[in-house]
């Protein structure tokens, strides 16, 4: 592969996984279409990436939040790298930036700017995040995964364009699955999940409401959860002295799309990449956002989905082991509820998100070339 790409893109993504599943997604509907994307993330992207065809890098950025000494260093740090990523620009010339957010993108957004490197923003919540709202004037548009996307700009809002949230290919492949069979005689199988780092108020509630159930009831049950490692321990032990034999618990799922496909109910936090593989997939939830999530961005993910009846959410202060109870109760009963929100998620899945995103930035990509010919004529015509 040569130092130089005629066909380069660089994708800047912070390190975890909200972020670059949707950036992994999109790198790899480009290669298909020709493209060679270089990312260029932080440290915390390890794991993530094992993508073949694409270049990395990796900046050893300072976090912003702390402190004022820390804030005043994390600048420093991101305009030295800034520098670095000016040379690789200068090196690889690409053709485009797409940003998914993070404080880990500003190096390049920057140097995009100063080389006048078209930008596309892309934001998977439904709050525009800081780095994406303080770039939004640079970009030459701003991709999201919902119609209505607060804080942008009155003056951006033109440059706004609704392409979904790019998901993993396995979970494309799942796309709208029928909703499993459930019987009398077969389990109502719940999956359990906290995000990329689990979430500790899961492992805490939901096994003290299924504690809450009647025996009968427990032994109706199926559980896969997701935990944080120094939960998983807690959380198995709380199962086996209630009897629960049919649970299996896991700090990382490589098989999470058939862990979604399986479920009956997903309870989870909501984040945006859990509420597009539920709306891709089609899957009935109990939704439970992330209190310190900034801008409550979290709790705002769920407003198209609870306007059409496609999940139920509890807030942290109402998710209460006698509350969970109670909807696990009526769900043993009648899964008719679990299918009505399934069905309902499902219609605003966009499984082509990154498609539609690819889509975006060869449009961008064609019209600076246009502009870009045009000047070289102009130029020449003097």
Known sequence: MSDVQEKTVFLASGGTGGHMFPAKALAQELLKRGYEPHFITDKRHTGWLDLEGSQLTTLDIVSPAGSIFKKFFSMGSMLRYACTVNGLMKRYKPQAVIAFGGYPCI????????????????????????????????????????????????????????????????????????????????????????????ATILSNVVPKAIAQLDESQRQNIAITQQCRPS??????????????????????????????????????RAGASTIAELTVIGRASLLVPFKKAKDNHQFHNTEDLRKANGTVVLEEEEFTPSKLAEHIQTWIQSTDELKTLAGNAASLGIVNADEQLADLVQTIINASDEENNHDDNSSRAA
């Open 107 to 198: 190096p390049t957004l920057l140097a995009a700017v100063w080389r006048g490197v078209p930008i596309i923003l892309h934001e998977q919540n439904a709050v525009l995040g800081r780095v994406n709202k303080l770039f939004a004037g640079n970009a030459d548009a701003i991709a999201t995964a919902y119609k209505h996307v607060k804080h942008v700009p009155e003056a951006q809002k033109d440059d706004v364009v609704l392409v979904g949230n790019p998901v993993r290919q396995a979970i494309k492949e799942c796309a709208k699955s029928a909703f499993p069979k459930h019987k009398k005689d077969t389990r109502l199988h719940l999956f359990v999940i906290g995000g990329s780092q689990g």
């Open 231 to 268: 939960d998983i321990e807690q959380v198995t032990q709380a199962y086996k002295a209630i009897g629960i034999n049919d649970a299996v618990i896991k700090d990382f799922f490589d098989d999470v799309q058939d862990c979604f496909k399986n479920a009956h109910i997903v309870i989870g």
